[in-house]
Nanobody
Framework: QVQLVESGGGLVQPGGSLRLSCTAS????????MTWARQAPGKGLEWVSS???????LYPDSMKDRFTVSRDNARKTVTLQMNSLKPEDTAVYYC???????????????RGQGTQVTVSS
């Protein structure tokens, strides 16, 4: 079965960096479009980035200057490098896949359990 396991979250000061990883299994990873999404307390799921099997990427304008997504098809991992973090980046970050529109995380078929990112001094 499809499994997505996120790691790398934690507490970081404003302006700091974190690197999140997602390890996938149970599907043809190299062909899959992978998405990162996040959910802040009391808010809905927000699209963060997507990466296609050929490593082409897409970000919302608000994140493209600070976040970088990459993948290693041999290791079946997708990574989100987050720089210049702000308190408003505090959220649970999820790795997801499946569905038709990778930029609509609410409609993706599979999602991991998430990893907490807290940006605070």
């Amino acid at each position: 079965q499809v499994q997505l396991v996120e790691s790398g979250g934690g507490l970081v000061q404003p302006g700091g960096s974190l690197r999140l990883s997602c390890t996938a299994s149970g599907f043809a990873f190299s062909r899959a479009t992978m998405t990162w999404a996040r959910q802040a307390p009391g808010k809905g799921l927000e699209w963060v980035s997507s990466i296609w099997g050929d490593s082409s990427t897409l970000y919302p304008d608000s994140m493209k200057d600070r976040f970088t997504v990459s993948r290693d098809n041999a290791r079946k991992t997708v990574t989100l490098q987050m720089n210049s973090l702000k308190p408003e980046d505090t959220a649970v970050y999820y790795c997801a896949t499946g569905g038709v529109d990778p930029t609509d995380p609410d409609r993706l078929d599979y999602r991991g359990q998430g990893t907490q990112v807290t940006v605070s001094s």
